[in-house]
């Protein structure tokens, strides 16, 4: 009884759905403020200023071929930055909003990451780890493509792990389009996806189960 909050958190066993729900939203609803409070506080810094200046152009192939000759960058989180700036105003929390957005959606993936893997307790704890977790609050905060691919790495091996499980065509279809969508991200999908086929070559062969 005379345990605070936090050590009941880390001890008891959430074996109720509804308890479950309960701690996921509270935590969620954290991680939710943590990286929406202040979001237009900050000055943009030079590498987000060069980011809204590649998609200044009249039309979408001219700003296509600025992103990729001009900057050699995967074009995906411009274009997505582009839609909510269109949408929320050419501002500094207009220009980051899209990086909140899958920072917190990331909250999600890595709960569920967690409790697949490991158990429901676990899970609570990763995620709260990760809700505080200074970096990638940052990079949450910051109109760059880091969080878009934070989200997208986390969906992909979530989604491998359930299309290997169910053998299920639509599961495959989903981390295949996923997959697609983190390599026009950053050029470093590369080096996730050489990760996975090393795990399903290992598979394949029975070196892991």
Not at 41 to 51: A, C, F, S
Not at 75 to 88: A, E, N, S
Not at 128 to 155: D, K
Request: net charge neutral.
């Amino acid at each position: 009884m005379g345990k605070n909050f936090f050590e009941r958190f880390l001890v008891s066993d959430p074996n109720t759905e509804n308890q479950e729900i309960k701690l996921v939203s509270l935590i969620f609803a954290l991680g939710t403020f943590l990286r929406l409070f202040n979001l237009g506080q900050r000055q943009l810094w030079v590498d987000e200023i060069i980011q809204l200046q590649c998609f200044v152009h009249p039309s979408f192939r001219e700003n296509f071929i600025a992103i990729i000759d001009i900057v050699a960058a995967t074009p995906l989180d411009f274009m997505v930055q582009h839609f909510f700036v269109t949408l929320l105003g050419q501002s500094e929390f207009g220009a980051r909003f899209h990086a909140a957005l899958f920072g917190i959606l990331s909250l999600l993936i890595f709960y569920w990451i967690g409790k697949k893997f490991f158990s429901t307790q676990v899970a609570l704890i990763g995620m709260f780890l990760f809700a505080i977790y200074p970096l990638h609050h940052q990079y949450s905060q910051e109109g760059r493509n880091y969080s878009l691919f934070c989200f997208l790495a986390l969906s992909c091996y979530y989604l491998l792990c359930r299309a290997l499980e169910s053998k299920r065509l639509s599961w495959w279809f989903l981390y295949t389009l996923t997959t697609i969508l983190l390599l026009y991200t950053n050029y470093f999908g590369g080096v996730l996806l050489i990760s996975q086929a090393a795990f399903l070559i290992a598979l394949k062969f029975g070196i892991v189960n």
